[in-house]
Nanobody
Framework: QVQLVESGGGLVQAGGSLRLSCVASGRTLSNLSMGWFRQAPGEAREFVGY????????DYADSVKGRFTISRDNAKNTVYLQMNSLKPEDTAVYYC????????????????WGQGTQVTVSS
């Protein structure tokens, strides 16, 4: 079993930056691909990005490409989501998730989920 805990969310003005962290316990992250997803009020959960277990490959949704960066520190069992140039439409609860598969854009392929952290971007 893997427990994931996100942190780093908060309120930021448009154009600002936040870095989210996702710390894992119960199992090493080194052989897990990690994804970030988000869900705005009244909206379906959507893919943000993922990083493979080795960190050798990342993929991002078009809406965040060039602004968001995922990285990982397997020694700390932690994955990060650096968010720059934030926009009001980035407002959502952000979730990290883990999968034993290769990284995927499909949330159904992720077996483990954190509880989420709220990100609010004011205009």
């Amino acid at each position: 079993q893997v427990q994931l805990v996100e942190s780093g969310g908060g309120l930021v003005q448009a154009g600002g930056s936040l870095r989210l962290s996702c710390v894992a316990s119960g199992r090493t992250l080194s052989n897990l691909s990690m994804g970030w997803f988000r869900q705005a009020p009244g909206e379906a959960r959507e893919f943000v990005g993922y990083i493979t277990s080795s960190g050798g490959r990342t993929d991002y949704a078009d809406s965040v490409k060039g602004r968001f960066t995922i990285s990982r520190d397997n020694a700390k069992n932690t994955v990060y989501l650096q968010m720059n140039s934030l926009k009001p439409e980035d407002t959502a609860v952000y979730y990290c998730a883990a999968t034993v598969r290769s990284g995927s854009r499909y949330d159904v392929l992720y077996a483990y989920w954190g509880q989420g952290t709220q990100v609010t971007v004011s205009s």
